[in-house]
T-cell receptor, first 112, second 114 residues
Framework: DAGITQSPRHKVTETGTPVTLRCHQT?????MYWYRQDPGHGLRLIHY???????DKGEVSDGYSVSRSKTEDFLLTLESATSSQTSVYFC???????????FGPGTRLTVT | GQQLNQSPQSMFIQEGEDVSMNCTSS?????WLWYKQDPGEGPVLLIA?????ELTSNGRLTAQFGITRKDSFLNISASIPSDVGIYFC??????????????FGQGTTLQVKP
C-alpha cells in the first residue's frame, strides 16, 4: 500500500460530458499509471507518467488525456465521455528502479 | 500488442484443496509479478520474481519464474474461503525497465466452497 487514493470512487455521467479522475499518492513515487479494467481484458494501460510533466501513452489511450503537475497527483481526463469508457479505473504507482506497482482502490465510472 | 495468456480463467474448488494457475507469454520477461484482487478493491501484490528458475513463497502461496522466462506459475496450498478473488499475473520485459510498464494477464477467478 503506497498511500494511494482515488476520487471520486463512483461516478455516473452522461455521454458527451467531460470527466476528470484524480489519483493522489503520499509516497513520493516517481512513476504513476492509469489502467482500466473490463471483464475478460484484465488491466490495460491507458497512460503513464515517469515524472512531473512527463507522460506517455499506453495501449488504450484514445479518448483519454492525463496531466501531472506535481509528484503526488495524476489526473485522467475523458474529454467527451462515451459508453465504451464505462469501466473501473485504477491508478498505480512505482518507485524508481523498482518493478512492483501498487494500486489504488479504483473508480467505477458509468457513462449513460 | 504483447499479451499474457493466463489459465484457467476460473476455478471453483473445495476448501482445503490446492490450486495451480499459470501464465504464458510469447516473448521473454525479466520480471513476473502475481497480484490478488478482492471484490471492489484494487489489486494487491502477492509475490515478485526476478530470476529465471526462482521459486518464492509467501505463506501458503508459492510462485515460480519459468526457466524459459516465458512463463510463471502460482500455487496456493490448502485453500481457505478468504482466498476467493481474482489472481493476475503481470510481466515486464527489458524494453520497459525504464518506464516500469507491466503487461497483465486476463486474470483467474477463484471461488472456494466451504
Amino acid at each position: 500500500d503506497a498511500g494511494i487514493t482515488q476520487s471520486p470512487r463512483h461516478k455516473v455521467t452522461e455521454t458527451g460530458t467531460p470527466v476528470t479522475l484524480r489519483c493522489h499518492q503520499t509516497e513520493n513515487h516517481r512513476y504513476m499509471y492509469w489502467y482500466r479494467q473490463d471483464p475478460g481484458h484484465g488491466l490495460r494501460l491507458i497512460h503513464y507518467s515517469y515524472g512531473v510533466k512527463d507522460t506517455d501513452k499506453g495501449e488504450v489511450s484514445d479518448g483519454y488525456s492525463v496531466s501531472r503537475s506535481k509528484t503526488e497527483d495524476f489526473l485522467l481526463t475523458l474529454e467527451s465521455a462515451t459508453s465504451s469508457q464505462t469501466s473501473v479505473y485504477f491508478c498505480a504507482t512505482a518507485t524508481l528502479g523498482v518493478t512492483e506497482q501498487y494500486f489504488g482502490p479504483g473508480t467505477r465510472l458509468t457513462v449513460t | 500488442g504483447q499479451q499474457l495468456n493466463q489459465s484457467p480463467q476460473s476455478m471453483f474448488i473445495q476448501e482445503g484443496e490446492d490450486v495451480s494457475m499459470n501464465c504464458t507469454s510469447s516473448s521473454i520477461f525479466n520480471t513476473w509479478l502475481w497480484y490478488k484482487q478482492d471484490p471492489g478493491e484494487g489489486p494487491v501484490l502477492l509475490i515478485a520474481l526476478y530470476k529465471a528458475g526462482e521459486l518464492t513463497s509467501n505463506g501458503r502461496l508459492t510462485a515460480q519464474f519459468g526457466i524459459t522466462r516465458k512463463d510463471s506459475f502460482l500455487n496456493i496450498s490448502a485453500s481457505i474461503p478468504s482466498d476467493v478473488g481474482i489472481y493476475f499475473c503481470a510481466g515486464q520485459n527489458s524494453g520497459s525497465s525504464n518506464t516500469g510498464k507491466l503487461i497483465f494477464g486476463q486474470g483467474t477467478t477463484l471461488q472456494v466452497k466451504p
